[in-house]
């Protein structure tokens, strides 16, 4: 989505479009441990995700600055969650709620303190500040998109999507608002797909699509697809 809202502060009134540009000589960075917790075959398909992408490109690991990236982006989400469904949570309407622990967890964000919130919006702006110090030396960062494979169709949700307390990758890319896509890169144990993310510097969308679009052209697991029981 582009293009600006009145309604929503934080949307751009920058002009968009994508042409696709057919180039080599990307440069990948790979944060230390990014696959801490994945499944075994997610770590597999990783590892040959990163020997595709250094046939059209350089690839290198990158430290990140030493800040607490997954509880500064929790505690703003947190709390933001507690108030676009205030409503929902004042008139006991949760307790309808068919997932048990939804039914109690807002209170618990409720009880955040309003100086960890704040503290964690001042730190989002250094965490932004200090990303895009690193980011921009590269064209995306890459990561596993899921520690797991995906979910079967039916498949309880708790069960289905695995939770991780490290998850820089995405406590950086929501945290710090960057464009990021997954693509298909293999299948797990379950013959379900495992997915390649692409993450890049704000407003530099395009070459994201390009890493990945380039990523795409070496492979065909983007024109797979699992057996149906």
């Known amino acids: 989505m582009a293009g600006a809202d009145s309604a929503d502060p934080t949307a ?6 994508y042409e696709v540009a ?7 960075g790979v944060i230390p441990d990014v696959t801490d917790g994945c499944e075994e075959a997610v770590v597999a398909n990783f590892r040959r995700s990163l020997e595709e992408l250094a046939k ?3 690839v290198e ?4 600055p030493d800040l607490p990236y997954e509880q500064i982006t929790r505690t703003i989400l947190q709390v933001e969650a507690v108030s676009a469904f205030e409503d929902l949570i004042e008139s006991g309407g949760i307790a309808e709620l068919t ?3 939804d039914r109690f967890t807002p209170y618990a964000r ?30 995306a960062l890459v990561a596993p998109g899921r520690i797991n494979e995906a979910p079967r169709l039916g498949q309880e949700f708790r069960s289905a999507i695995r939770a991780t307390a490290k998850d820089v990758m995405g406590a950086v890319g929501n945290g710090a608002g960057l464009p990021a896509v997954c693509v298909p890169n293999g299948v797990g144990a379950r013959g379900l797909p495992t997915s390649l993310q692409f993450m890049g510097r704000a407003w530099e969308e395009n070459r994201v699509l390009d890493a990945a679009r380039a990523y795409q052209s ?3 697991w983007h024109t797979r697809h699992p057996k149906l029981d």
Do not use: C, N, Q, W
């Open 61 to 64: 690991e990158v430290p990140l």
């Open 99 to 101: 997932a048990p622990e």
């Open 12 to 17: 751009s009134e920058r002009p968009y479009r």
């Open 56 to 58: 059209i490109g350089t």
């Open 218 to 220: 070496l492979t065909d």
């Open 110 to 139: 409720e009880a955040i303190l309003a100086h960890d919130y704040l503290k964690a919006v001042r730190l989002r702006g250094v965490m932004a500040r200090e990303i895009d110090r690193v980011i921009s030396r590269y064209d």
């Open 22 to 28: 057919e180039r080599r000589g990307f440069r990948f």
